[in-house]
């Protein structure tokens, strides 16, 4: 049996200062506590167009006997296409340097700057991509958990509404977490290695 998780940072053991070790990671964890191989191909960054093609990507390995678990994440962030990257849209809107100068450049975020205003379509095209995932997992019998961080209303009407039994954590949940300063790693939200600790049994409890 084997445990595949899709998210962002979130879903992994991301700090700025990478004070948290891999193996305290609640992925590890949970793998750990019930006796899996775990395959996380979640990456710090990521937005939901990012960690719906990851998925796309890998779904061909997941079996009958296998469990997913995937994070919904931010949507200030969006998908750059033509590079598989994520836009920072909060870096467009403060016309701050952008966070990802790699895979994006200056002239990206121009582009993309005329739609900060009318996300509605693309968010609604990432929510009917999310649901047709969760409707191919459900065909095909697979076990799957889901968790999100960032409150949205498309995110209730596509997501939340239709896979309510499968949630482990709304985005209520996580911001009561990350709003705690003892699971905080230094002054980063970023979760802490009892942040983890206690997000591993929160989803544990919740999947047996």
């Keep these: 049996m084997k445990l595949f998780v899709f998210g962002d940072s979130f879903s992994t053991n991301y700090t700025l200062d990478n004070q948290v070790k891999v193996e305290e990671s609640w992925p590890v964890l949970l793998s750990d506590a019930l006796n899996c191989k775990l395959l996380n191909y979640a990456n710090a960054g990521m937005c939901n167009g990012e960690i719906i093609n990851r998925f796309i990507q890998h ?5 009958a006997d296998d469990m997913v678990v995937i994070q919904t994440g931010f949507f200030s962030r969006f998908l750059n296409p033509f590079t598989n990257s994520t836009i920072f849209a909060n870096d467009i809107l403060s016309g701050s340097e952008h966070k990802n100068l790699d895979s ?8 993309y700057r005329q739609y900060m205003l009318t996300l509605d379509t693309y968010i609604t095209h990432d929510m009917l991509k999310y649901k047709f995932i969760l409707d191919y997992l459900s065909i095909r019998n ?8 960032d409150p949205h209303p498309f995110l209730d009407k596509y997501i939340i509404n239709n896979f309510s039994e499968r949630y482990m954590l709304y985005p209520k949940d996580w911001e009561r977490i990350t709003s705690d300063r003892k699971f905080w ?4 939200k970023h979760f802490n290695a009892p942040a983890h600790s206690f ?3 929160w989803f544990y409890s919740r999947m047996r």
């Design 59 to 63: 779904y061909y390995e997941i079996e």
């Design 104 to 111: 994006n450049t200056k002239q990206d975020y121009d582009f």
């Design 142 to 149: 697979i076990k799957f958990f889901l968790w999100s961080v």
């Design 185 to 188: 790693a230094g002054n980063d």
């Design 199 to 201: 997000v591993f049994e």
